[in-house]
């Protein structure tokens, strides 16, 4: 077995999962008719009308429900499984730790590769980039993006949703899906 090259860092909810999973249970549970394309900020109570502790009490009610049954990103798989021949995958997620056998489950039935799967419960994945030495991250938060790559001094590859679209600084590289991330990010390792 080669070893591998470079550690990916990827998040996976908007980035690995199709970024309008949510948008269903949403619709359903608050009762409104939104798309994708109307969540244009990542806190979504102000487009729900209702209050962080309401949203948070349904979140923990259905985050299991939602993570289990999530959609893949469209041609997500494609570049992760070519990756995986020569790179290591590291997935760092917000998502709590009690979540990790439910995500476990959920990329050993979509046959995802993955080096290791770290569920930090929070946004600030600083940390846990370093301590993966990971060289490149990708990523759908804004603000985590911006971040990362500042003070990591790395690229991150930013899947554009329309939550994200505010300006970024050089080392952030905006893709529109999992096609053209997979051509940029060939072409970065082969002129690294």
Same mark, same amino acid.
């Given at each position: 077995?080669?070893?591998? +090259?470079?550690?990916?860092?990827? $998040?996976?909810?908007?980035?690995?999962?199709?970024?309008?999973?949510?948008?269903?249970?949403?619709?359903?549970?608050?009762?409104?008719?939104?798309?994708? @394309?109307?969540?244009? @900020?990542? $806190?979504?109570?102000?487009?729900?009308?209702?209050?962080?502790? *309401?949203?948070?009490?349904?979140?923990?009610? #259905?985050?299991?429900?939602?993570?289990?049954?999530?959609?893949? /990103?469209?041609?997500?798989?494609? %570049?992760?499984? $070519?990756?995986? +021949?020569?790179? +290591?995958?590291?997935?760092?997620? %917000?998502?709590?730790?009690?979540?990790?056998?439910?995500?476990? *489950?959920?990329? =050993?039935?979509?046959?995802?590769?993955? #080096?290791?799967?770290?569920?930090?419960?929070?946004?600030?994945?600083? @940390?846990?980039?370093?301590?993966?030495?990971?060289?490149?991250?990708? @990523?759908?938060?804004?603000?985590? /993006? !911006?971040?990362? /790559? *500042? &003070? !990591?001094?790395?690229?991150?590859?930013?899947?554009?949703?329309?939550?994200?679209?505010?300006?970024?600084? %050089? =080392?952030?590289?905006?893709?529109?899906?999992?096609? &053209?991330?997979?051509?940029?990010?060939? =072409?970065?390792? +082969?002129?690294?």
């Amino acid at each position: 077995m080669t070893e591998k +090259k470079l550690t990916f860092g990827l $998040d996976i909810d908007g980035t690995v999962t199709d970024p309008a999973t949510f948008v269903p249970y949403l619709n359903k549970h608050f009762q409104v008719d939104i798309t994708l @394309e109307d969540i244009t @900020e990542y $806190d979504l109570t102000s487009l729900l009308n209702v209050s962080q502790q *309401e949203f948070w009490k349904w979140m923990k009610i #259905h985050e299991k429900s939602i993570y289990s049954n999530a959609v893949l /990103a469209h041609k997500v798989e494609q %570049a992760l499984l $070519d990756w995986n +021949k020569n790179h +290591k995958m590291i997935y760092i997620s %917000a998502r709590g730790h009690h979540l990790h056998e439910a995500t476990l *489950e959920w990329f =050993n039935t979509h046959n995802l590769p993955y #080096h290791h799967i770290e569920l930090i419960g929070q946004h600030d994945k600083i @940390e846990s980039i370093k301590k993966h030495q990971v060289h490149l991250f990708f @990523e759908d938060k804004h603000d985590n /993006a !911006c971040n990362i /790559a *500042e &003070e !990591c001094q790395m690229p991150v590859v930013l899947l554009d949703t329309p939550y994200n679209r505010k300006p970024v600084p %050089a =080392n952030v590289q905006r893709v529109q899906n999992w096609q &053209e991330a997979k051509l940029w990010v060939d =072409n970065w390792t +082969k002129n690294r």
